[in-house]
T-cell receptor, first 119, second 111 residues
Framework: GAVVSQHPSWVICKSGTSVKIECRSLDFQATTMFWYRQFPKQSLMLMATSNEGSKATYEQGVEKDKFLINHASLTLSTLTVTSAHPEDSSFYIC???????????????FGEGSRLTVL | RKEVEQDPGPFNVPEGATVAFNCTYSNSASQSFFWYRQDCRKEPKLLMSVYSSGNEDGRFTAQLNRASQYISLLIRDSKLSDSATYLCVVNLNTGGFKTIFGAGTRLFVKA
């Protein structure tokens, strides 16, 4: 079964509104989670690293005021796309690396992804 | 030069064919290696880890050559269900894990 859950799977919103996407680790604690964006026929692009209890680390070119990340607990990180525009329409995916309870293999577990369409 | 480079693809093969994907990485600090599979409009899922000794899982064989900084994935007896994008993934350990994804290679297996 899924070890990382993402919600919602689909969201359609009007331009100018904000959208929140949740990412949960289901059976392990994740001090670090990752947020990606993927455009059609392109690879995953890391947007930011979400750190529990501290500020997220954003990749170059990603606006931190546009993509707000909150990692308030060891099992939940949220990404809020603020004042969304049509060009923000994309597939957003989160991931987490299981490090507790067994040797760290470096394997990433991905959420199911959230497809955002901004009208 | 990209940190992780893969065959551009797409690969179009008939059922039953053997297909090989190649991947090279540029950072010698790369520590662990994986092949992920991504179906259209779905999240990536781990296919297999890659070890220096090579590893096999059914029809899939992965190999790592650290000296050449090269990773491969071999799929034997291709099935229609193997059609997907295959991502080469490399973890760097530079004081903390950093994961680098290749652009992916699309595979189409046809009847």
């Amino acid at each position: 079964g899924a070890v990382v859950s993402q919600h919602p799977s689909w969201v359609i919103c009007k331009s100018g509104t904000s959208v929140k996407i949740e990412c949960r680790s289901l059976d392990f604690q994740a001090t670090t989670m990752f947020w990606y964006r993927q455009f059609p026929k392109q690879s995953l692009m890391l947007m930011a690293t979400s750190n529990e209890g501290s500020k997220a680390t954003y990749e170059q070119g990603v606006e931190k005021d546009k993509f707000l990340i909150n990692h308030a607990s060891l099992t939940l990180s949220t990404l809020t796309v603020t004042s969304a525009h049509p060009e923000d329409s994309s597939f957003y995916i989160c991931s987490a690396r299981r490090t507790s309870g067994r040797a760290n293999t470096g394997e990433l577990f991905f959420g199911e992804g959230s497809r955002l369409t901004v009208l | 030069r990209k940190e992780v480079e893969q065959d551009p693809g797409p690969f179009n093969v008939p059922e039953g064919a053997t297909v090989a994907f190649n991947c090279t990485y540029s950072n010698s600090a790369s520590q662990s290696f994986f092949w992920y599979r991504q179906d259209c409009r779905k999240e990536p899922k781990l296919l297999m880890s890659v070890y220096s000794s090579g590893n096999e899982d059914g029809r899939f064989t992965a190999q790592l050559n650290r000296a050449s900084q090269y990773i491969s994935l071999l799929i034997r007896d291709s099935k229609l269900s193997d059609s997907a994008t295959y991502l080469c993934v490399v973890n760097l350990n530079t004081g903390g894990f950093k994961t680098i994804f290749g652009a992916g290679t699309r595979l189409f297996v046809k009847a």
